[in-house]
Structure formats: structure tokens, C-alpha cells
């Protein structure tokens, strides 16, 4: 059974940092493109950033220069380094692994995804 673990979410100062992990099981994900998403309350989900295989990264505008996502392939893990944190970064943050190699924001890739974890930034 695959399974993405994320953890690493809590309550934070604006300004602050987390880290937050994605461990994968059940299978190896080290060929595949990896994303973080969010969703706050009321709005829709929306991709925060992915890393593909091979290093590639996309990172939505509002995060640039803030977040780093990195991965550890020996690991089947994928991190999410978020620095000067800001209250509307407070959502869910998911997991999700898309089925192929290349690059993709786009959540209707991604067919495996984690089950959340919150991140609550306080102003």
C-alpha cells in the first residue's frame, strides 16, 4: 500500500521557520515529480512548489525566495523548507507524488497524496 507521511506542521510566529517532511512507502518514488500543495480555509487547493527527479523546481510566485523543497532519493522523502513565514501561508500543506518524470503544477497529475498536515502562522 503506498502511503506519503507528512509531518513537520505546527503553530508559528510570522517571520519564523518550519520544515516540513513527506516520507513515501509501498513503493519508490525517485523517478518521479513531487509537489507540495496548501489549502486554507474557503479557498481552493493550490500548488506551493515541486521538484522533479532530477533537481528541476517550480515555485509558485508568493513563496519565491522563502520556500525550498528539496528531496533525499535514498530517503524516498521530500522536504519543504518554508523561512520568513507570513499568515496567509497558514493552511494544509499535502504531500502528492505525480505518476510522471516531468515537471507538472498542475494537482490533476499527482495521483498519490499525503493526508495533511497544518501550519498555522500567527500574526
Known amino acids: 500500500q503506498v502511503q506519503l507521511d507528512e509531518s513537520g506542521g505546527g503553530l508559528v510566529q510570522a517571520g519564523g521557520s518550519l520544515r516540513l517532511s513527506c516520507a513515501a512507502s509501498g513503493r519508490t518514488f525517485s523517478t518521479n515529480c513531487m509537489g507540495w500543495f496548501r489549502q486554507a480555509p474557503g479557498k481552493e487547493r493550490e500548488i506551493v512548489a515541486v521538484i522533479t527527479w532530477s533537481g528541476r523546481t517550480y515555485y509558485t510566485d508568493s513563496v519565491k525566495g522563502r520556500f525550498t523543497i528539496s528531496r533525499d532519493n535514498a530517503k524516498n522523502t521530500v522536504y519543504l523548507q518554508m523561512n520568513s513565514l507570513k499568515p496567509e501561508d497558514t493552511a494544509v500543506y499535502y504531500c502528492?507524488?505525480?505518476?510522471?518524470?516531468?515537471?507538472?503544477?498542475?494537482?490533476?497529475?499527482?495521483?498519490?497524496w499525503g493526508q495533511g498536515t497544518q501550519v498555522t502562522v500567527s500574526s
Open positions: 502528492a507524488a505525480s505518476s510522471t518524470r516531468a515537471l507538472s503544477y498542475y494537482s490533476d497529475d499527482y495521483n498519490y
